[in-house]
């Protein structure tokens, strides 16, 4: 019995050894999922029907052991896709060690090819940008290298029509740690017809936002729970923050939020804690919105 138990013992540490060989080389390094959906938009006009949004988030810059060649290929993917709108989710940085100059500059670095591409692109910042104190400085420089970055505020797509209220446009809101979360000033700006996009880190402020404003919401921040082995509870840092299990990834549960809204979780592309991506592989989502009157699909 001894023997048998000895075995099983080694055979389970082989299996554990093994996973996490794969959770740290393999899928977060080699394997990045291509989200692609079509949304029905509510207000969205024919003239902009097929419009394509792309969103990735989390990149993590100067996270130990990261991953700063996935966070690359995640945006050199959209660049080749060319969509009509590229969304940042924040998190743009882990550390600031050697500096937050040098940092920064591995951002812009690594966005180069959204600027290349001429593609509009739009921004929040994340809890560790704030956490780190970087959030000013990487603002700067990102609205410097054609970024827009919203902090509580909207912006309209440029070419997506002349009349405010037929046009796209885009809403950010603050990252909910800190707290620096006003809806109503990110809403402000939005004519009440206007289709939009809402973009935000912390997708634990979704459920602030009113009815019919935010029909299609986007975030990042979970990374997915970084772990989630089948048919277990998902771990990671998301234990520390029971809040955040309601949405984790992917599309929220009807009925979470207000009336008309819907919310996507992307999983990002890099680490919080521990380098580590088991079932929750770095990820790019795209958008197709379509003409209608619903929310998700």
Request: glycine share 12%; proline share 8%.
């Given at each position: 019995?001894?023997?048998?138990?000895?075995?099983v013992?080694?055979?389970?540490?082989?299996?554990?050894?093994?996973?996490?060989a794969?959770?740290?080389?393999?899928e977060?390094?080699?394997?990045l999922?291509?989200?692609?959906?079509?949304?029905?938009?509510?207000?969205?006009?024919?003239?902009?029907?097929?419009?394509?949004v792309?969103v990735?988030?989390?990149?993590?810059?100067?996270?130990?052991?990261g991953?700063?060649?996935?966070?690359a290929r995640?945006?050199?993917?959209?660049?080749?896709?060319?969509?009509?709108?590229?969304?940042?989710?924040?998190?743009?940085?882990?550390?600031?060690?050697?500096?937050?100059?040098?940092?920064?500059?591995?951002?812009?670095?690594?966005?180069?090819?959204?600027?290349?591409?001429?593609?509009?692109?739009?921004?929040?910042?994340?809890?560790?940008?704030?956490?780190?104190?970087?959030?000013?400085?990487?603002?700067?420089?990102?609205?410097?290298?054609?970024?827009?970055?919203?902090?509580?505020?909207?912006?309209?797509?440029?070419?997506?029509?002349?009349?405010?209220?037929?046009?796209?446009?885009?809403?950010?809101?603050?990252?909910?740690?800190?707290?620096?979360?006003?809806?109503?000033?990110?809403?402000?700006?939005?004519?009440?017809?206007?289709?939009?996009?809402?973009?935000?880190?912390n997708p634990?402020?979704?459920?602030?936002?009113?009815?019919?404003?935010?029909p299609?919401?986007?975030?990042g921040?979970?990374?997915?729970?970084?772990?989630?082995?089948?048919?277990?509870p998902?771990?990671?840092?998301?234990a520390?923050?029971t809040?955040?299990?309601?949405?984790?990834?992917?599309?929220?549960?009807?009925?979470?939020?207000?009336?008309?809204?819907?919310?996507?979780?992307?999983?990002?592309?890099?680490?919080?804690?521990?380098?580590?991506?088991?079932?929750?592989?770095?990820?790019?989502?795209?958008?197709?919105?379509?003409?209608?009157?619903?929310?998700?699909?």
């Amino acid at each position: 019995m001894t023997r048998v138990l000895g075995r099983v013992a080694l055979a389970l540490g082989v299996v554990v050894v093994l996973l996490l060989a794969y959770g740290t080389l393999v899928e977060p390094r080699f394997v990045l999922d291509r989200e692609r959906a079509e949304v029905t938009l509510p207000r969205l006009g024919p003239d902009l029907d097929g419009t394509e949004v792309a969103v990735v988030s989390d990149f993590q810059l100067g996270m130990w052991f990261g991953n700063p060649g996935m966070s690359a290929r995640a945006v050199e993917a959209i660049a080749e896709e060319q969509p009509d709108v590229a969304l940042l989710g924040g998190d743009f940085l882990y550390s600031t060690d050697p500096g937050i100059a040098p940092r920064v500059d591995a951002v812009l670095d690594l966005l180069a090819p959204l600027r290349d591409a001429g593609i509009p692109t739009y921004a929040v910042l994340g809890n560790h940008d704030h956490a780190i104190g970087a959030a000013d400085e990487l603002t700067r420089a990102l609205e410097g290298a054609g970024v827009t970055v919203l902090r509580n505020e909207a912006a309209r797509v440029p070419g997506t029509g002349e009349d405010a209220g037929r046009a796209l446009w885009v809403v950010g809101v603050g990252p909910d740690l800190p707290d620096l979360v006003d809806v109503d000033a990110a809403l402000a700006d939005v004519p009440d017809d206007a289709p939009r996009v809402v973009l935000m880190h912390n997708p634990t402020v979704f459920d602030r936002f009113p009815a019919g404003t935010a029909p299609l919401t986007l975030a990042g921040h979970t990374h997915c729970g970084q772990v989630a082995l089948p048919g277990t509870p998902r771990w990671g840092y998301l234990a520390l923050t029971t809040e955040e299990r309601i949405v984790a990834e992917g599309w929220a549960p009807e009925g979470y939020g207000a009336p008309g809204n819907a919310l996507f979780v992307t999983c990002g592309t890099g680490f919080s804690l521990a380098p580590v991506r088991i079932n929750a592989p770095p990820q790019v989502a795209t958008f197709v919105l379509r003409a209608g009157e619903e929310g998700a699909p």
